[in-house]
């Protein structure tokens, strides 16, 4: 099986020849907390070599007070989502468990079609 990994993603090839564009992340923040958590989130992604099969969209819009709603969209599915307030430890810790239950998601969804196929 033949990889490409440049600067905008991870190119793989599957079984029928098609090129396949992975481990995709993208910003839809507004605030500069949005944006720290954002960043956050892609380096740990990028660290823990996620590469998931569907772009991963981080979407931000105000809540009450000073507080942001953080949504973690798949294949244009709310997959998380939750209210962050504006302390940097507490955004790191967000990213941090935000990042691992996506790279559980893409896991989990692997073994789904590697038991599919007959």
Known sequence: KRIVVSKD???SRDKEGVWLIR??????????FGRDFYRYFNDM???NKVNGRYV???????AIANTS??????????FLEFILPPKDD??????????ADVARYFR???????KIRF
Not at 69 to 78: F, G, L, Q, T, Y
């Open 108 to 114: 989990q969804q692997e073994l789904n079609t590697s």
């Open 45 to 47: 992604y990028r660290e």
């Open 90 to 99: 507490v955004i790191k810790d967000y990213a941090r468990r935000s990042v």
């Open 9 to 11: 993603g991870i190119y």
């Open 69 to 78: 709603k953080i949504e973690i969209i798949i294949n244009n599915r709310v």
């Open 23 to 32: 481990g995709l992340t993208e910003e839809d923040t507004k605030t500069k």
């Open 56 to 62: 991963v969209k981080v979407k931000e819009s105000f």
